[in-house]
């Protein structure tokens, strides 16, 4: 009888265990909109004492529509990474294309109950499943036939704003960096491996330089310009040229980071955080007026990197 009672109870607490509150979406940016659904998932899963999930695409749905798409707000490892950072318990990357065409019911049955979803959280207009047939009213059927919960999350607004990750992506590809910061909730980045560059602008400056490689060329680079940024996990400040050095007559393409202090030397790994676009990338009429407005820019960059 007493093993039979410890046999219940322990069958009792892995279901416990097992259970779990899940939010799903594809979480470009993981911005403060998605911070929002987070904070009420976690809230909710603290006091019914289970698990956070968080269920995501690989690849996410804008790259396996259009497989040139280039304006990924962030890669799969710094989505886990910041999903994670959040408080979510467990980042769980469903294969898109092992889904996009399943009927919403499938797609509950395969991905939702095999989990042992218990609560589920999504954003409002939230769709899924073959054709986009799945929504909020189809959720609530499938959780009142198997018995998980289904919350939807107002959109988030910032200054009377709607967040999502197409207007940051509209916002930084006009140079906005400021304006999509606030909406992301922290500064846009860019990480890669350091690579080797011709060097001038390192020497106009007389600054260690870093020409940065992105680590995955699918994720939106700022437009051609002059920025204000934070290099590396320090956080130095730096300066940041994206172009192709048109007064030299150079076609490459390059990211480079300029440190105001420290050196790169310090990094394992390249991290620029962006802060502010100073100017768009222009020729000059000579390398005496080049020199000129590069002093200009640094003087800009450290007010600016001062104040934020």
Same mark, same amino acid.
């Given at each position: 009888?007493?093993s039979?009672g410890?046999?219940?109870?322990? *069958?009792?607490? /892995? #279901?416990?265990?097992?259970?779990? %509150?899940a939010? @799903? ?6 911005h403060k909109g998605?911070?929002t659904l ?8 603290r006091k019914?004492?289970?698990q956070?999930v ?5 690849p996410?749905?804008?790259l396996?529509?259009n ?5 990924l707000l962030t *890669?799969?490892? /710094? #989505?886990?990474?910041?999903?994670? %950072?959040a408080? @979510?318990?467990?980042?769980r ?9 399943k009927?919403?019911e499938r ?10 979803i218990?609560l589920?959280t999504?954003?409002q207009g939230?769709?899924f499943?073959?054709k986009r047939a799945?929504?909020?009213e ?11 919960d289904?919350?939807?999350i107002?959109?988030e607004e910032f ?15 006009l140079?906005?960096?400021c304006?999509?910061?606030?909406l992301l909730g922290y500064e846009y980045?860019?990480?890669g491996e350091a ?8 020497a106009?400056?007389d600054t260690?330089?870093?020409?940065l ?6 994720k ?7 920025y204000a940024v934070?290099?590396?996990?320090g ?7 994206i172009?192709s050095?048109p007064t030299f007559g150079?076609?490459?393409?390059k990211i480079?980071a300029h440190l105001?202090e420290?050196s790169?030397e310090?990094e394992t790994?390249?991290?620029?955080h962006?802060v502010e676009?100073?100017?768009p ?9 080049l020199?000129?407005?590069?002093k200009?820019?640094?003087a800009?960059?450290r007010?600016v990197l001062?104040?934020?």
């Amino acid at each position: 009888m007493a093993s039979s009672g410890r046999d219940a109870l322990y *069958t009792t607490m /892995e #279901k416990a265990l097992a259970d779990r %509150a899940a939010v @799903i979406g594809s979480f470009d940016g993981v911005h403060k909109g998605h911070a929002t659904l987070i904070r009420a998932l976690l809230d909710e899963a603290r006091k019914r004492n289970i698990q956070s999930v968080a269920i995501t695409f690989d690849p996410p749905p804008s790259l396996y529509f259009n497989p040139h798409f280039n304006f990924l707000l962030t *890669t799969k490892k /710094e #989505k886990e990474e910041l999903l994670l %950072a959040a408080g @979510i318990a467990q980042v769980r990357f469903l294969g898109f294309s092992g889904v996009v065409d399943k009927e919403p019911e499938r797609f509950v049955s395969d991905e939702l109950l095999t989990m042992n979803i218990r609560l589920l959280t999504v954003g409002q207009g939230f769709r899924f499943g073959r054709k986009r047939a799945g929504d909020v009213e189809v959720l609530r059927s499938a959780g009142q036939e198997h018995g998980f919960d289904v919350r939807v999350i107002a959109k988030e607004e910032f200054e009377g704003e709607p967040i999502s990750a197409t207007r940051i992506r509209e916002l930084l590809l006009l140079g906005h960096i400021c304006r999509a910061n606030a909406l992301l909730g922290y500064e846009y980045r860019l990480k890669g491996e350091a690579a080797r560059g011709l060097g001038r602008a390192g020497a106009l400056l007389d600054t260690p330089t870093v020409n940065l490689k992105p680590d995955d060329t699918h994720k939106l680079v700022p437009p051609d310009g002059i920025y204000a940024v934070r290099f590396g996990t320090g956080r130095r400040p730096g300066i940041c040229y994206i172009g192709s050095s048109p007064t030299f007559g150079d076609s490459t393409h390059k990211i480079e980071a300029h440190l105001l202090e420290g050196s790169p030397e310090e990094e394992t790994k390249p991290i620029i955080h962006f802060v502010e676009r100073l100017r768009p990338d222009r020729k000059f009429s000579s390398l005496a007026a080049l020199k000129e407005q590069v002093k200009e820019d640094v003087a800009q960059a450290r007010r600016v990197l001062s104040q934020r």
